[in-house]
């Protein structure tokens, strides 16, 4: 039996929006997105330079590990490299370097040419007490984190829901730091020499789940980007979805429930409020834009709570494009992909993985979360560039270029930078969670409010991922049970059954309200 369409408007133009329209149209539906920004994407982004000819182009480290978890997001690439593009929209995957032989550590103002693979406390001088000495001085960490995390993802081993149900059960009260102290036992210092080596300052309060979520990731050996920047995917998701479909400057400032059941969205279009009423409304947005809509309804107290508390960590990241890639022309192994670490405030050295050997000019990222990340906000951005210089001229001035004989100075090869400090926007960062936030928020902030569901990476179990935004709407379209999952997502996410529950109203309505330079209609 066919469905009657429904109309369904979609509030966030990024991945997880993108997939539920394309899934929904697929399904017959009428949709529309409304999106605050000039671009769709949301956090796919890219940073953008000029290039010797003048052209724009991009340079992201935005990566995808070939962990299981990420099998959604690789069956959309597939299914968007079997559909008709443009060519400067199409989807390649690329190889990414997470690690490469050159990478190496700077702590406390020396590079002991080591990563995490064979830093151990004994080998950058970290101080251990006496007593402890023995069992973590000559362990490295990487086998530090292995050692605490194995006995966790053992309970993942089976289904993984049943697993990741028992982990949190068990162990998401706990921050990661608390387990390693009170369960394990391990003494302050080793935890703060794992936490700086292996990830960034404070991410051990986090609870035990999102660390071991984050270590399925970053333990994963194969990686891939897509070519010419990451922001291919979400323009080519918009391609199929249509433009016509997506109004872009229109930030939702109102949500409103009719007697009927329907939901009515008020935006501003430009100069205009414009009021839009839908049978079924998708809230793709993260939940510090959620809660700034001011006119919405109030829902239960568990619902409000998880909004108002799911815990984002703040990023920063800013592109440097220098004249020549120096970063692979110094030392005894040169940096061709990977990242390094420090304990500055850039914190870790990402060297993208598209123009590794290139001869030209080059782009390398500076990225910091949480602590380190909130740090670099107070300052202006000239400030913030002058810092980065700074700290990458502290690691590499002075160094002699293989290539040309040169030595390294950073100031004279800077050509321009590009910073993002992601607390200043719409979703303030990621998705990480504090203890006990996957059992007590999770479900309550997941669950549909009559006619209004809601979608978004922290609604998943994989905060932090393109794949995590995708999980929430797990509906597989591109396989050959695209039917059947189909149902299951229409089932799941708008609770009706398509055999007998059929939907009314194919159309979408328009209605008026005075904005403040009068008012304009605009068909849909
Ligand atoms: C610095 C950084 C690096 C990352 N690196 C990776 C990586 O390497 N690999 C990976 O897989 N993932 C990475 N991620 C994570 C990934 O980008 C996100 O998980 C994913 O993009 C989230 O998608 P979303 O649709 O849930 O939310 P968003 O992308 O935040 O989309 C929400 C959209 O809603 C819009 N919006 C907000 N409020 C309103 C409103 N009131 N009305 C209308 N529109 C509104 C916003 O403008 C935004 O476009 C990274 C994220 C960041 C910030």
């Given at each position: 039996m066919s469905l009657r369409p429904l109309s369904i408007g979609i509030i966030g133009g990024g991945v997880a929006g993108l997939y539920a329209g394309l899934l929904l149209r697929r399904a017959g539906h009428l949709v529309h997105i409304y999106e605050?920004?000039?671009?769709?994407g949301g956090r796919v982004h890219t940073h953008y330079f000029n290039d010797e000819e003048n052209q724009y182009f991009e340079a992201g480290a935005m990566r995808i590990p070939h962990?299981?978890?990420q099998s959604i997001l690789f069956d959309l690439i597939k299914y968007l490299q079997c559909s008709r593009l443009p060519s400067n929209m199409q989807v390649d995957l690329i190889p990414y370097h997470l690690?490469?032989?050159g990478n190496f550590l700077y702590v406390n103002r020396v590079?002991?040419?080591?990563d995490a693979s064979s830093t151990t406390p004994r080998s950058i001088n970290w101080p251990i007490s006496e007593a402890e000495s023995a069992r973590f001085?000559?362990?490295s960490a990487e086998e530090l984190m292995l050692e605490a995390v194995s006995p966790l993802l053992k309970k993942l081993d089976g289904n993984f829901i049943d697993g990741f149900d028992e982990l949190c059960r068990e162990?998401?009260?706990?921050?990661f730091r608390f387990y390693l102290n009170?369960?394990?036992?391990?003494?302050t210092d080793v935890i703060d020499f794992l936490e700086m080596v292996t990830s960034?300052?404070?991410?051990?309060?986090?609870?035990v789940t999102e660390i071991v979520m984050e270590y399925i990731d970053f333990s994963t050996k194969e990686w891939s980007t897509i070519a010419h920047g990451m922001s291919r995917l979400p323009l080519a998701m918009a391609h199929l979805f249509g433009h016509k479909n997506i109004t872009l400057?229109?930030?939702?400032?109102g949500i409103r429930n009719q007697v009927d059941g329907r939901v009515t969205l008020s935006f501003s279009n430009q100069h205009d409020l414009v009021e839009t009423t839908f049978d079924k409304v998708i809230m793709a947005i993260p939940p510090s834009a959620l809660k700034m809509i001011a006119n919405r309804p109030t829902w239960c107290r568990h619902k409000e709570l998880a909004i108002r508390s799911m815990h984002f960590e703040s990023l920063y990241k800013m592109g440097l494009r220098f004249k020549t890639r120096f970063w692979e022309r110094v030392?005894?192994?040169?940096?061709?992909?990977g990242q390094s670490t420090t304990d500055?405030?850039?914190r870790w050295i990402v060297y993208p993985s598209?123009?590794?050997?290139?001869?030209g000019p080059g782009v390398l990222l500076v990225y910091s979360w949480m602590t380190d990340a909130d740090a670099?906000?107070?300052?202006?951005p000239a400030e913030r560039r002058e810092l980065a210089l700074a700290n990458l001229a502290e690691v590499y001035?002075?160094?002699?270029?293989?290539?040309?004989?040169s030595i390294i100075n950073v100031y004279d090869l800077i050509l321009e930078t590009s910073d993002a400090a992601?607390?200043?926007?719409?979703?303030?960062?990621d998705a990480k969670f504090l203890p006990g936030q996957f059992l007590s928020r999770f479900e309550a902030a997941r669950r549909p409010e009559g006619n209004i569901y809601f979608a978004g990476?922290?609604?998943?179990?994989?905060?932090?991922w393109i794949a995590g935004a995708l999980e929430v709407l797990a509906?597989?379209?591109?396989?050959?049970k695209a039917s059947a999952d189909l149902t299951f997502l229409l089932r799941q996410?708008?609770?009706?059954?398509?055999e007998n529950d059929l939907a009314v109203r194919p159309s979408v309505e328009l209605t008026r309200m005075p904005g403040p330079q009068g008012t304009k209609v605009r068909r849909i």
């Open positions: 605050a920004s000039d671009r769709v962990s299981p978890h690690t490469s032989p590079t002991p040419n080591l001085q000559d362990s162990f998401d009260n706990y921050s009170s369960i394990l036992g391990w003494p960034q300052t404070n991410q051990f309060s986090l609870s400057n229109s930030r939702v400032t030392g005894q192994i040169p940096c061709r992909g500055l405030p850039i598209n123009g590794i050997g290139d001869d670099w906000l107070p300052l202006t001035n002075g160094q002699i270029d293989t290539k040309d004989g992601w607390s200043a926007r719409n979703s303030t960062g990476e922290h609604l998943s179990r994989h905060h932090t509906g597989g379209f591109v396989s050959d996410l708008f609770g009706f059954d398509p």
